[in-house]
């Protein structure tokens, strides 16, 4: 477990088109901003090497299926451990036509190890009769709610120095965890390190490369 | 360890219009067949009554409802099978799979849909929940899957275990969730009539509060 230094935040939520990738972005800096670290999947996660290549020609050939079968676990890993060993507080980011699923995994990963949850939405829709899913409004009921990114800062203070008892890094569950758990932590772990290591090769985001790197 | 016949399975399937409850249903009827229990919120929990409920109660038994489904994924179930059927995974039993795999659930990703989103791949988030990313494609598969997920997940996954033991959002809501539960099976939804149903949403709207 790693030394506690500032909080770490795991900024979760969609980063598939340029107005997405630029959000997230924006949650980073404002988190960033305000003292904390932050992980940031298409930064610093293995999405930062492949999401440019998605949906490319190159993907479609078959002999490259083990490969992305490979970085699918691999990218999963990474965020699995993230949340569950480096991170202690996840802030969801909801916006979206219907949320990010692979947000709303990341959520759940975090409420089931007891992670406090920052979730923000400033858009209008909530499905087709106003309201959100039930699980997804049962969670924000619980979770620190807010509507504009600058408001992240102040909810994050209320979860770490507006209450007694800090959160404690690190899966919070009393249950020990599952052995496709750990493996997929311990799988992450490695990757992560190597990721460390290749920082200097990673690319620009070619969805907002004209703005520069993300 | 969780083995055929032991245990009741959660079935997270999406549950908005007729198909898709008796697509859930199927799935329900093979793991029946197979030996397991399972659960189905819209069947055995709050979802399927809030449509009879007085305006003025929804907001608890939402309430209510996540207390009890999330109860139900922590510690009344034992195993999960979702369904991620549908243009994009309902976000719902994405949330509810995620739930079970954070608790050392085993669980099985149902897919019988051509959509993907890269490149013929699934979003690596939803099916790195399953050992190995598998997905199975056919309803008759699932209880053969699940208990290769029963064996990849360990066998320290008992029977009836898990739940957290500490308090904080996710174990209030497993304790809130087992008290709505507990009030469902005193004065079952099956045997009552209409005018009863309301009277045992009104003590549960009451019971989790605003």
Request: aromatic content about 8%.
């Amino acid at each position: 477990m790693p030394e506690r230094g500032k909080p770490k935040i795991y900024c979760s939520g969609p980063l598939f088109c340029p107005e997405e990738v630029r959000e997230m972005s924006e949650i980073a800096r404002v988190v960033e901003d305000a003292g904390y670290d932050a992980f940031l999947p298409q930064r610093d996660g293995v999405e930062a090497f492949v999401m440019n290549s998605v949906n490319g020609v190159a993907g479609d050939l078959f002999v490259l299926r083990p490969v992305k079968r490979f970085l699918s676990r691999a990218t999963f890993a990474v965020d699995i451990y993230q949340i569950a060993r480096e991170c202690d507080c996840l802030v969801f980011n909801m916006n979206g036509r219907v949320p990010d699923e692979g947000g709303v995994a990341e959520t759940a990963v975090a409420f089931g190890l007891g992670k406090p949850v920052v979730i923000y939405a400033d858009d209008s829709w909530g499905g087709m009769d106003g309201r959100r899913d039930l699980m997804l409004e049962g969670v924000s009921r619980i979770s620190e709610l807010v509507d504009e990114i600058d408001r992240i800062p102040a909810a994050l203070y209320r979860i770490f120095e507006g209450h007694a008892a800090r959160p404690a890094r690190g899966a919070d569950t009393a249950a020990p965890l599952s052995a496709h758990m750990e493996d997929t932590i311990d799988f992450g772990r490695r990757v992560n390190a190597f990721l460390g290591m290749m920082g200097f090769l990673r690319p620009g985001n070619a969805l907002v490369d004209e703005e520069g790197r993300t | 360890m969780v083995t055929r016949g032991e245990g009741t399975v959660y079935v997270a399937a999406p549950l908005r219009f007729g198909e898709q409850m008796k697509e859930a249903l199927r799935i329900s009827e093979v793991l029946e067949a197979g030996g397991w229990k399972s659960y189905l919120s819209r069947r055995d929990g709050l979802e399927g009554r809030l449509g009879r409920a007085p305006a003025e109660l929804l907001g608890a038994l939402e309430k209510a409802a996540f207390a009890l489904e999330t109860f139900q994924i922590v510690e009344g179930c034992d195993s999960l099978v979702v369904s991620i059927n549908g243009r994009v995974p309902d976000e719902g039993c994405v949330f509810k799979a995620s739930l079970a795999f954070a608790c050392g659930k085993p669980l099985v990703i149902y897919k019988r849909d051509h959509r993907t989103v890269f490149n013929g791949m699934n979003n690596s988030m939803v099916v790195g929940l399953s050992p190995g990313l598998e997905t199975v494609s056919r309803t008759q598969d699932i209880p053969a899957g699940l208990e290769r997920a029963c064996n990849a997940f360990g066998a320290e996954v008992e029977v009836g275990c898990r739940g957290v033991g500490e308090k904080g959002p996710l174990g209030d809501t497993v304790e809130r969730g087992r008290l709505v539960w507990e009030r469902i099976e005193r004065g079952g939804f099956q045997a009552e009539k209409p005018g009863l149903a309301v009277g045992l949403l009104r003590d549960i709207a009451d019971m989790v509060g605003s």
